[in-house]
């Protein structure tokens, strides 16, 4: 089933706040800072110090808002995104070499 919402185009704070996010992200990524993949091997050991510092956090709203268990949390929500980080760091430089295209380019 499709529902169709008409969403006024009027600037609303929290749109306003919204756009100002997204094009200061645009901004940063034409820098070329994020072509780093130092840079981004910090960010994604950043973000799983983030959700290891806030593991009971974490565990309180998930059992709060969605009522799950802390069992659920860790293995559903907590440790598959710290072992997708692992992965993303480990295959980062596989995933970013240059690849060849087979074929003639005259």
């Not at 940063?28 to 994020?34: A, C, D, I, L, V």
């Not at 799950?68 to 596989?94: H, Q, W």
């Amino acid at each position: 089933m499709f529902v169709k919402i008409w969403i006024s185009d009027e600037k609303l704070p929290y749109r306003m706040e919204f756009d100002e996010t997204i094009n200061g992200a645009k901004r940063f990524f034409e820098s070329g800072k994020t072509v780093d993949l130092q840079w981004r091997e910090n960010q994604l050991r950043a973000l799983a110090c983030l959700i290891e510092e806030n593991r009971d956090r974490i565990y309180t709203v998930l059992q709060n808002d969605l009522n799950k268990t802390e069992y659920e949390v860790d293995l559903y929500e907590i440790t598959a995104v710290l072992n997708e980080i692992a992965i993303a760091i480990n295959n980062m430089s596989y995933w970013t070499r240059p690849e060849r295209i087979p074929g003639d380019v005259r």
